[in-house]
């Protein structure tokens, strides 16, 4: 078997994203149905299947030479070794807090698809990573297809489980099994189809699917994009026109997906669902001292892994944080926090990538009302995003390392 990374890769990140499309099939026909499975009993069977497939694509990043030995630079394994020391002592801190092994387990799923990260930054350091982002891009747009035939027919058709789309259906939940879920899928396949040259019409489609989903931040993400994208064709000294009203903008955006007209249901008003409160009533209750500001009060509590397997507040501290960034101070603190929030504005410092602004800026605002590092396959996506663009800064790698040069020549 001969092993292509510039031909591979791309295909290796197409099925593990279509992995998707199998994996919450049972809740999908329930939907279909009319049935809204109870997330306990929901069966997690198919969904091995992408757990499996990113075990084909760590395995054949060990295999394939140029990755293999960019992955062992000692940059990385710094930073792993960094990164891992750290949640070795979240891990024993949560332990020591007699919370089941289970829980901490939980909480280290917002690095589960990392490995992808790493390989698209090395892939970037190559001078593969554009390449691949194009395949993988014309690849993308044939499950684009899939979900967008799926949810103009849930939009029309489909009993109005999760609310009522614009179309006078019920929201569209495409192969997922929320429109949250589907949303923010579509806004992330907008912002692959955005960095990606001669793809505005596969743009255009995916923002319509992420509005059609009703999500709020589906929706905002997808209007990002939008929002760059005209930034992009304006003159420099015409972009202040633009920029000057973005924060009122943001915030009319925020209300017009709260409407019933675009979110399908009547309580989606951020001011009326309660959210708030029950984020205050958790630090009232369960932030006792400094310990627990610095480090967070138990890694894992507020991830959906442990709400689904033993209830919303079954453990104290736990509760539905909604918030990557809630998820960060519960689990990891609030230096986990501001490593994570400096580790961003590191991304835009260090990287010369095109559309670093654009893919840093969509990774902040998604995990304002959204975890989505735990969220299948916006994760994948996102992460391989991000690793290219850290891939395109610093020093070049040895010669050796780099690609062939067809490549370079072609799409550079």
């Not at 596969?202 to 990002?224: E, K």
Request: with cysteine.
């Amino acid at each position: 078997m001969r092993i292509r990374l510039e031909k591979d890769l791309p295909v290796l990140l197409f099925v593990l994203v279509c992995a998707s499309t199998v994996a919450a099939l049972p809740q999908v026909e329930s939907a279909w149905k009319g049935v809204k499975e109870i997330y306990g009993q929901q069966d997690f069977g198919l969904r091995i299947l992408r757990e499996l497939m990113l075990v084909v694509v760590i395995v054949y990043a060990m295999l394939e030479p140029r990755l293999r030995r960019g992955l062992f630079a000692s940059s990385i394994l710094a930073f792993l070794a960094i990164i891992g020391s750290y949640v070795l002592f979240e891990v024993t801190y949560a332990l020591y807090l007699d919370l089941p092994l289970v829980v901490p387990m939980a909480g280290l799923r917002v690095f589960e698809y990392l490995p992808l990260a790493l390989i698209g930054y090395v892939s970037s350091r190559l001078g593969t990573g554009e390449y691949v982002l194009i395949k993988f891009a014309q690849l993308l747009r044939y499950y684009l297809v899939l979900q967008a035939v799926l949810a103009i027919a849930q939009a029309l058709w489909a009993p109005p489980l999760f609310g009522v789309s614009f179309l006078g259906g019920g929201r569209p939940f495409g192969t997922f099994v929320s429109p949250n879920l589907f949303g923010a899928t579509m806004a992330t396949c907008a912002l692959v189809f955005a960095v990606v040259p001669s793809m505005r019409p596969w743009l255009a489609l995916s923002v319509f699917l992420a509005l059609l989903s009703g999500s709020r931040t589906a929706f905002i993400s997808a209007l990002l994009v939008v929002f760059f994208q005209v930034y992009a064709v304006l003159r420099p000294r015409d972009r202040w026109a633009l920029v000057m009203p973005a924060p009122m903008l943001a915030v009319a955006a925020l209300v017009l997906a709260s409407s019933p007209m675009l979110s399908g249901r009547d309580d989606a008003d951020p001011t009326q669902d309660g959210r708030i409160d029950l984020w205050q009533r958790i630090f009232s209750d369960y932030v006792h001292d400094p310990m627990d500001v610095l480090f967070g009060w138990g890694l894992g509590l507020s991830s959906n892994t442990i709400n689904i397997l033993f209830g919303a507040e079954h453990f104290p501290g736990q509760f539905d944080s909604d918030s990557l960034y809630l998820f960060l101070l519960n689990g990891y603190g609030l230096l986990g926090l501001l490593a994570y929030l400096c580790f961003l504005w590191l991304s835009t410092r260090t990287s010369s990538h095109a559309h670093k602004g654009l893919i840093v800026m969509f990774i902040f605002v998604a995990g304002l009302t959204f975890n989505m590092w735990e969220y299948f396959p916006q994760n994948a996506m996102l992460m391989f995003l991000w690793g290219t663009v850290l891939g395109h800064g610093g020093k070049s790698v040895a010669p050796a390392m780099m690609s062939q040069p067809m490549y370079q020549r072609r799409f550079s």
